[in-house]
């Protein structure tokens, strides 16, 4: 089965120590690609290193319901295909 995508706008540092804290929650690996870079979203360090506030794809399990749940009451997104 095929990862989600949805592209997100992370605006600041306490969204993105939040949006890292529930990434790590996930079973499976939930990915960020900001330009030509993939991050691991559960890494702060890697969250909060970034300039996500125009927006970046989030890639991440299809099971993971719960995140999903959490990126669309908390974040400005949209969803990708495929």
């Known amino acids: 089965m095929m990862n989600k995508r949805k592209y997100v706008k992370i605006k ?3 969204q993105a120590i939040k949006f890292a804290s529930a990434a790590k929650n996930v079973k499976g690996t939930v990915t960020i690609q900001h ?3 993939l991050i ?3 890494s702060i360090v890697g969250m909060t290193s970034t300039d996500m506030s125009k927006g970046v794809i989030v890639e991440y399990p299809p099971q993971a319901t719960d995140f ?3 990126i669309e009451e908390n974040y400005e997104y949209e969803n990708m295909e495929g």
């Open 12 to 14: 600041n540092l306490i």
């Open 68 to 70: 999903e749940k959490f």
């Open 40 to 42: 691991n979203a559960a």
């Open 35 to 37: 330009g030509r870079y």
